[in-house]
Nanobody
């Protein structure tokens, strides 16, 4: 069974950067889209980014709130995907989760992406504060 482990979170000042990693064990991810979600205190989990499988057309999606600041990437030989977060803001604070789609694409909206996420990690905490 697939297991996911997030890492790379921490405390950073506004304007700083963090790189999150999701390490997967189990079956190959070559046919799976993968995603990052986050959840701030008192809020629902929200989609951050998703990237289609490496054997697809390479579609990438970002939430409007992170466009231009975050970059998702994947390294299938290492069974790992990443979220590079630059120019962090206080509103980026939350627990970040990686998830695998049991399909090759990301879907038409974040709700659908969440529904098709068949595996989730335990999360890594990101705190942006001065």
């Amino acid at each position: 069974q697939l297991q996911l482990v997030e890492s790379g979170g921490g405390l950073v000042q506004p304007g700083g950067s963090l790189r999150l990693s999701c390490a997967a064990s189990g079956n190959s991810l070559e046919y799976n889209a993968v995603a990052w979600f986050r959840q701030a205190p008192g809020k629902e989990r929200e989609g951050v980014s998703c990237i289609s499988s490496s054997r697809s057309q390479g579609w990438i999606y970002y939430a409007d709130s992170v466009k231009g600041r975050f970059t998702i990437s994947r390294d299938d030989p290492k069974n790992t995907w990443y979220l590079q977060m630059d120019n962090l803001k206080s509103e980026d604070t939350g627990t970040y989760y990686c998830g695998r789609q049991h399909r090759s694409f990301c879907g038409s909206n974040w709700s659908e992406t969440a529904r098709y996420s068949d595996s989730w990690g335990q999360g890594t905490q990101v705190t942006v504060a001065s």
